[in-house]
């Protein structure tokens, strides 16, 4: 096995990963700075840059109205959207840089972190509750979200709330996770016999990089679309 | 290796947990403001328009309907129209044409009709002189044939003088 490189520092009493936060940050700023420039110059006739903006927010406005297809779909838009965005950059920036100074990897995917998944997929969980909330009443929401097809359902609907938060967390880790990995075994394997094993594992690294890529684009899509699957199961009444 | 699990020796790294959460809620922050509002705007803006613009397209498309219609009603009267004007010259021409040809007609007639009286007088003319030359003559004649039944002498005489006439008239001539 490998050394993951990860450092913790402790800072007010909590433990933070060094590698992890740098890299959500250059995500982040990333994201940000990526769309604020695709956002400039908007016009009625989209060109360019304008267009690509509008189609991923096309792209993910239709997996919010395929999941919820009341007038309640149109508030999740932008947390759809971000969500999708930030995934997307999250999961290919590990397969673009991967930053190490001594043992101490400073950039990565920050999605081949358990706890980044975790915290989003708990920051969906929460807000689906709240919506449910909102939508139905305190009284409303238990009925519809742990108390229907059936009262008897009741013990499997909570434990469906964990497994709903383990997997949609999970899923999304593993799959970053296992990428990285592999592409630092190919790594090592060319490194390890010099030319030999140098000259066999570039076409095999380009390989697992480019099918990388499209694991990062379906995951963004997986996570974002059983996000709202999630918040639809509380905002719509069950029939 | 470990500590990338949940439950790793260093433990739960409740800092990321809350740098992400307060990461991604100012993210959202930003892309609203900057991205996602004018972005959403923009396409509900562009929505109406499109919608405007097809319920102006399609009353355009309803004028344009009425106008052809129009159109091809007063296409359709001018074509009648000039029928109708063309049957009127044609009338004209043709009643032009009988007039003209009645008048032709009519002159030939007069002309004609001129030329026989003419030749009739002339013929009248004619047979009158004619007329008066043959009662001349008759009268000649018969003068003659009464000198002639007079005596020899007579007779002689008349013949005489009757030549002496004739030379006379020669003489004369």
């Known amino acids: ?239 | 290796m470990y500590s990338t699990f949940l439950l790793g020796d260093a433990g739960v790294q409740w800092g990321d947990f809350l740098f992400y959460l307060i990461m991604f809620i100012i993210m959202l922050l930003i892309v609203k403001h900057f991205a996602w509002g004018p972005v959403t705007k923009m396409m509900d803006k562009r929505a109406t328009k499109i919608s405007n613009d097809i319920d102006s397209a399609e009353k355009a498309r309803k004028e344009a309907e009425g106008l052809a219609a129009k159109r091809q009603t007063a296409l359709e009267n001018s074509r009648t129209e000039a029928a109708g004007i063309i049957d009127r010259a044609k009338q004209n021409g043709e009643q032009q044409k009988a007039s003209i040809v009645n008048a032709a007609n009519e002159e030939v007639k007069t002309m004609k009709a001129n030329a026989k009286k003419d030749i009739q007088q002339e013929k009248q003319d004619a047979l009158s002189s004619v007329k008066n030359d043959v009662a001349e003559l008759s009268i000649e004649i018969a003068s003659k044939i009464i000198q002639k039944e007079l005596t020899p002498e007579s007779q002689k005489e008349l013949v005489d003088s009757y030549i002496e006439g004739l030379g006379k008239q020669n003489g004369n001539r």
Request: glycine share 8%; net charge positive.
């Open chain 1, 1 to 239: 096995m490998f050394d993951d490189g990860s450092k913790i520092v402790k800072l007010f009493g909590l433990s933070f990963n060094v590698g992890n936060c740098v890299a959500g940050l250059v995500t982040a700023i990333i994201v940000c700075a990526v769309l604020i420039w695709l956002s400039r110059n908007l016009q009625m006739k989209p060109t360019g840059k304008q267009n690509i903006l509008e189609w991923i927010v096309d792209f993910t406005n239709g997996i919010v109205k395929s999941a919820i297809p009341s007038a309640q779909g149109s508030n999740y838009g932008l947390l759809a959207f971000l969500l999708f965005v930030f995934i997307f950059v999250a999961n290919q920036l590990g397969l673009i840089i991967q930053f190490v100074i001594g043992d101490v990897t400073y950039i990565k995917s920050p999605t081949a972190s358990p706890m980044t998944t975790l915290t989003l997929a708990f920051m969906v969980l929460v807000i689906s509750h709240i919506a449910g909330v909102n939508r139905f009443g305190f009284k409303g929401y238990v009925k519809n979200t742990f108390l229907s097809p059936m009262p008897v359902l009741f013990p499997i609907k909570i434990l469906e709330q964990f497994t709903n938060f383990i997997t949609l967390a999970l899923r999304l880790y593993g799959n970053i996770y296992a990428g990285e990995v592999l592409l630092k075994l190919v790594f090592q394997m060319a490194q390890s016999h010099g030319i030999l094993t140098f000259i066999p594992a570039m076409p095999l690294e380009m390989i697992w990089q480019g099918f990388s890529v499209f694991i990062g684009a379906i995951q963004a899509y997986v996570f974002v679309t059983l996000a709202m699957v999630y918040i639809s199961q509380k905002v719509e009444k069950e029939a």
